[in-house]
């Protein structure tokens, strides 16, 4: 058995066996994973990734699950996490530079410190940087996949890739990956400007997003995808859905398009409340909502 084998892999980061994917979560919802793993550096990276190729084992990748509904079963694979990982920023001019990973809040407040805009639409977005890369995230009609110069991430077999703009492909909510990978450093430029005028779009920003969204809630941010002709939100709030819950799953009376966990909520819950707007919609409307967030487990 595979999990007997993986104390004889090189790895320096911690391996937690049975963890609570809940408390990786930003919903606080999921299963228990059999093993969860937090590589320090692009060895123990490599090294995880290789053995779970060699034997086969289900590899899932989570930044801060903001994006993610895990399921209540959990995975019975190898999870991987970034959180310990050693992580260098590097500064140049307009360019920062990260290898590992870090909150996209902390990202702002670099570039805020050294006076490069360009980022300030990524305000309020609970993610980390090389999740946020992998899900191009993106507000007011810009997406984290403007800012990317240069990517590298480990494939499947544990093998490093570096990927030049030139070779960067990215759509609405769709990051450069075509296949499995974990991106695990990034090269991301913006503009000179001024701190007091960046720092006053990211205050406005901030006073924005606290006055439509459920910022201080644990939701997933928008469930649905909008599209040119429809906007999910408003279609879910028209048809009276709003409050509408499953357990302790509710449409948020804030902003319709995000379900937030009042407490004891269940993937199931998340899950039913999904088919059950969705209906509703298509009946009212005859629009079918694409979901805009991921849903793994087993
Ligand atoms: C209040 C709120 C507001 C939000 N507003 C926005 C918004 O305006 N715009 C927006 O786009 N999103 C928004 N979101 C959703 C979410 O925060 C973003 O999509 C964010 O970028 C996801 O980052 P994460 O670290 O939580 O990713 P996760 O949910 O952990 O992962 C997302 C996906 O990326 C994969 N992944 C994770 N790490 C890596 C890696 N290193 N390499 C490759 N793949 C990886 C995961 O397997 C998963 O498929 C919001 C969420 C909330 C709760």
Known sequence: M?????KDVSFDGRMMHNMSLASLSYLNIGGVAKVVCYPLHVEDLSNILNFCFCFNVPVLVLGNASNTLLSDAGWSGVVISLKHFLTKITVENDSIEILGDIRLEKLLAIASKNNIAGFEFLTAIPGVVMASINGNAGAEKCSISDLLMEYKYMDIQGCSHSVSKKDILCSYRKGPLQTFGIIYSACLKGEMS????????????????RNRQPIS???LGCVFKNATDYCAGQLIEHAGLKKKSVGDVAVSDIHANFFVNNGRGKSIDFLNLIEEVRYCVQNKFGVFLELEIKKVGD
Do not use: A, N
């Open 2 to 6: 595979w999990i007997d084998k993986l």
């Open 194 to 209: 001024q701190k007091d005028l960046i720092q006053k779009s990211v205050k406005e920003k901030w006073e924005y997003r």
């Open 217 to 219: 809630e644990r939701s």
